[in-house]
């Protein structure tokens, strides 16, 4: 019983649909590859033949390290000496290193396979740990026995390693074991088919891409571009190394004679056109034999949520990218379509490899910001603290966006920042801008003080909580960025930012991103928007895109049957300990666990966001028209349709507008606005966005939302996510007021000679 699409061809080509083109390089393509592969050679990104060589020394050792173990520990369980003669363990390697793209010092996914009498907890978590605890070759040994995909970390003669463990219900490991095939699924506990999951997707890319090397260097490059670009965190709510293998191998699959060059260029010409959420598949969606639970949005609502859906080729099928939210799906939508720009200026000699890879201007791109620091009291515990709220900030990402019903966009940086002149202190940033297309009523404000109190309540659920772990979140503009985040601590100087500007001639919207001015005027005022409210419920609960409505239902089913068939420069506004939090009008929490909330009492946050509706959010150039590839066997036109016919298909999933994401806000107590474990339920306060001058805080009704399976790359520690006991008695906190977004759009309309 095979894995689907092992090295099936359907009608001879490989994937769902048949590929666009089956033109060969170039003479152009020739040389364009040439460039790219020293460019990424000059890049860095290629390993030593010494440090390869180390690698494989190490995997070997570690191999041989695993036999030994799992031999000691037949012995112990009272085997006789011939099964203890037979008793075998085996590596194997996922991820970029069995893909083939990894670079210097990056780390090894391995997967430890063992038989049934060899348990996880006991086994593999003591007796193994302990071995390898007393190996002089190892350091930093780091289990996490209780993470979503239970991992144990440590370097190994300065290799980092992330070792995996796999218990299958066979009593013999055999040294040929093909973990490809579904039998080995039999049985299996859920750690041990999320921990074979990582191999198997990885071997059955490498089966359905039709010339392995010239994918590689395309992921490679890829992989690059996204680091640069900054859109590469699967826990910011971007795309992983798994999502980025799986749409690169998309494009090879669709142009299966092309060189790397050209499969750079139809990755941007194709991912700009695709109508998300049509999902990305390698090899058609099959139920399987053994009942474990697919992709399927006829069948579970949450599917049908996912935004940007990147399926996974082996059995169980599963959206290896249920975190990408709507903002982040924007990013990096316009970063496909700056990158498919810049390819078509480079078609006609106007733009370089250079170009393509030019870093995010991140900090120049927008207006306003939120900052969140924390700090802890050593390295250790920052580096736990850093864990978990990293692993939370997509949730602020979630209830911003949700919160002003989509209005307000964030776009999160996937890195942290390191002020060298604190101790034990990171950064974290996200840039903020009103949503495109948002008609400019005059005096629009955000309040999301309550949506920062709530996003600070989950963060206090941390059961590691120690003391001097805080967290702080502020509002700052552009113009106080903090200078620890820029390279060698300098702003960059307006002469930068104008050479930049002038790059982008072509596109006055990013010009006025970063010359607009920093001054706004602050409104004020209230007025009552349940009508408006009212007004958008309806919308939504009668909506073809709802997931509850009949069209949409019907319009997913067949779908599916296709596709399946085949501000200022003040300190932090808002200080606040995690060891306090105070409630809405001064009262105070009872029973926030092992922790109280310390504040300062700060002003209000205010800001004007109004210029970003005029702005896209890219953080560099566009360049150049769209020009004819007379290498291709077709005309541009046709290879356009062609593209359009495969990128609009049938959507599977379809989503019925921003409020839809409930179930990505999976860890919020179950119930996001009524939190349990505090001595008594406490409605928490959202912010309603309406027309005119607003500022309105009313009461969200509980929401119940769903939660996710965890993704490949995600091996988040279950000691970051256990839930909350022992609850203490908080101690007295001090009321204070949350951070408010205000936004004027009066001074932006008249800025841009526009009326609102």
């Known amino acids: 019983m095979g894995s689907p699409g092992l090295n099936v061809r359907n009608n001879g080509h490989l994937g769902v649909t048949e590929p666009i083109s089956l033109s060969g390089p170039t003479e152009f393509d020739v040389v364009k590859t040439r460039e790219l592969e020293k460019f990424l050679v000059d890049a860095g990104l290629y390993e030593s033949q010494e440090e390869a060589v180390a690698r494989e020394e190490v995997l070997g050792r570690l191999d041989q390290i695993v036999k030994k173990w799992i031999k000691m520990v037949s012995r112990a369980k009272g085997f006789n000496e011939q099964l203890v003669l037979e008793a075998n363990a085996k590596i194997f390697t ?15 996914d391995t997967l430890c396979v063992g038989p049934r009498h060899a348990t996880r907890e006991e086994d593999f978590f003591i007796e193994l740990h302990n071995m390898l605890a007393e190996m002089p070759e190892v350091s930093e040994l780091h289990p996490v026995p209780d993470a979503h995909v239970p991992v144990m970390r440590f370097k190994f003669n300065g290799v980092s390693i992330d070792l995996l463990y796999a218990k299958l219900s066979l009593w013999v490991i055999p040294e040929d074991l093909d973990i490809s095939q579904d039998m080995v699924l039999q049985n299996a506990d859920e750690q041990t088919v999320r921990s074979l999951n990582g191999c198997r997707v990885t071997d059955q890319i490498l089966r359905l891409v039709p010339n392995i090397q010239n994918f590689r260097t395309t992921l490679r490059c890829m992989r690059f571009w996204a680091k640069r670009r900054g859109v590469y965190s699967n826990v910011s709510g971007f795309l992983g190394g798994i999502n980025w293998a799986l749409l690169v191998a998309r494009i090879c699959q669709l142009y299966p004679n092309a060189l790397p060059s050209m499969l750079v260029s139809r990755f941007f010409r194709v991912f700009t056109q ?72 480079m078609e006609k000699n106007k733009a370089d490899w250079n170009t393509l890879f030019e870093p995010c201007r991140f900090f120049e791109a927008y207006k306003n910001y939120l900052q969140i620091e924390i700090s802890a009291e050593n390295d250790d515990h920052l580096r736990k603290w850093k864990g978990w709220v990293e692993s939370r900030l997509r949730q602020l990402t979630l ?63 941390y059961t590691l909580w120690k003391p001097g772990m805080e967290i702080y979140v502020s509002h700052i503009k552009r113009r106080n960025i903090p200078l620890f985040v820029f390279p060698d601590g300098v702003r960059p100087s307006r002469s930068a930012k104008e050479a930049w500007e002038g790059k982008s001639a072509s596109n006055p919207k990013l010009c006025n991103s970063i010359s607009a001015e920093e001054s706004c005027e602050i409104a004020t005022g ?75 009492c700060p002003t209000e946050i205010t800001t004007d966001i109004g210029r970003e509706a005029e702005e896209p959010a890219r953080c560099s150039q566009s360049v150049g028209p769209p020009s004819a590839n007379s290498g291709l066997s077709c005309t541009k036109e046709a290879e356009k349709l062609a593209i359009e016919k495969i990128a609009s298909g049938p959507s599977v999933g379809g989503h019925g507008g921003f409020p839809e994401e409930l179930d990505e806000l999976e860890d919020d107590f179950n119930s996001s606005y009524h939190v349990k474990g505090f001595g008594r339920d406490m409605p928490s306060k959202v912010l309603v966005a309406k027309a005119g001058t607003v500022e309105v805080n009313g009461v969200h009704p509980p929401t119940e939302f769903l939660q996710h399976g965890g993704g490949l790359e995600e091996l988040e520690p279950a ?11 908080a101690s007295t906190s001090i009321p204070q007021r949350k951070p408010l977004i205000r936004l004027n759009l009066t001074s932006m309309a008249k800025a841009t000679g526009r009326n609102t």
Not at 434 to 459: C, N, P, W
Not at 719 to 729: D, G, R
């Open 719 to 729: 000691e970051l996510t256990t839930p909350f006991s022992n609850l203490v008695p």
């Open 526 to 600: 209230s007025m009552d928007g349940t009508d408006d409210i009212r007004k958008r419920k309806l919308s939504d609960d009668n909506g073809e895109n709802n997931p509850r409505s009949t069209k949409f239902l019907a319009a997913t089913n067949t779908a599916y049957g296709v596709l399946g068939g085949s501000g200022s420069g003040s300190p932090p506004i808002v200080r606040t300990s995690v060891r306090e939090e105070a409630r809405e009008g001064g009262q105070q929490e009872d029973n926030l666990r092992g922790s109280s909330i310390n504040a300062t």
């Open 274 to 345: 695709w109508r998300w959420p049509n999902p990305v598949m390698l090899c058609a969606i099959e139920e399987g034999t053994l009942g474990l639970p697919v992709w399927d949005p006829r069948k579970n609502y949450r599917d049908r949520l996912h935004q940007m859906p990147i399926i996974t080729p082996a059995y169980p099928c599963m959206n290896s990218s249920y975190n990408v939210s709507s903002s982040t799906l924007r990013v990096m939508t316009e970063e496909f379509q700056r990158g498919n720009e810049i390819c078509e200026a």
């Open 399 to 461: 209830k911003i966006e949700r919160h002003t019903f989509g209005m307000l966009q964030c776009h999160p940086h996937p890195g942290d920042f390191s002020d060298k002149s604190r101790l034990f202190h990171c950064c974290y940033f996200m840039g903020l801008r009103l949503k495109q297309g948002v008609s400019m009523q005059e005096g629009k404000q955000f309040d999301i003080r309550a949506t920062v109190e709530d996003f600070k309540h989950s963060v206090g659920l």
């Open 94 to 108: 996922f991820g970029s290193y069995r893909l083939g793209v990894h670079g210097p010092g990056a780390d090894i």
